[in-house]
């Protein structure tokens, strides 16, 4: 859908060039993020993907075509989410879709449709002018799919939303994607990127650093880090845990180490037991599950005592509490009733 070669660009004055040959390609339907700090070229680039900057070096093809070859029906194919909304603030916000719709030949999607999508329904007769940050944000959005592009750009589109409605802006994305649109998204937020994007890319001081999926770059420079935060007397604490040597921590030798550090009473859990769960190592099952039996000879019931099983030779059964799995002698919780 979009093909970027070797493209620099330098602002007019400036000494160095702000893009320094970037090369990429954008396959229809696919969300792409552009990531990077402030100053790193983000912005420019989709500026020039937008036809707002020219007199750029390299190559860039849209739908195969040059963008230089493209004339105002370029604007028909695209959609722009700008990061700092910009609308006519004495209108309201029906008054401005039902403006920027009159802009378009053909069909365009209704603005009370959009309004109610956006959650903007009920504010639909108000003036701009008495929005806040966020429902600008969400009229921005509707107003660059207004005219249902096949290539939407968006610039940090959940900035300034609560929650809810970041959510239900995001699931409108993706629901866009599966339509089959292909969407740009330039973000600092790398929740977003990650829950929305097929691939990723790492600009900074004009130049490509890395290109990939959220997950393939997660695999590939993640930390292997368990995160703990124990709160105590009001206080939270919090400390890290490297998988290759959890077994070998300053609180205690083996899992039961990181059990202790965060407040367990883990003295006596069973040494067959795996971290996170009762699990028997030995027998390689689950001890509460129906019917199972670990080596003790303690038959599970609905749940199982990780402390009990390591010196009770001896069935038992559990009260049903909050914390599966623990007696009275690691919670209080969970009382043995053998």
Known sequence: MIKVESLRYTYPGGKAPTLKGLDFEIASGEIFG??????????????????LLANYEGQVLV??????EWGAEYYREI????????HFSKLTALENLKLFAAFYEGNTRGPNELLSLLGLDEAANQPVSAFSKGMKMRLNFARAILHDPNIIFLDEPTAGLDPVNARNLKDI???????????FLTTHNMHDADELCNRVVFIVEGEMKVIDSPRALKLKYGKKQVLVELRSNGQVTTEYFDFA????????????GVYRHIGFCAARICQHLDFGAAFCRNLHSWPYADGGKCLSGIKA????????HAHADRRLDFIQADLPGHCEHCFGLRH???
């Open 245 to 256: 040597t959890i077994g070998e921590n300053e609180h205690g030798r083996g899992y039961r």
């Open 336 to 338: 043995c009733v053998h």
């Open 63 to 68: 739908k195969g075509k040059n963008l230089k």
């Open 173 to 183: 994305v993706l629901s866009l994607k599966n339509e089959g649109k292909t969407i």
């Open 79 to 86: 959609g722009v989410g700008f990061e700092l909304p910009n």
């Open 34 to 51: 552009f990531l990077g700090p402030s100053g790193s070229g983000k912005s420019t680039t989709q500026k020039l993907l937008i036809g």
């Open 301 to 308: 019931g609905v749940n199982f005592c990780l402390c009990c």
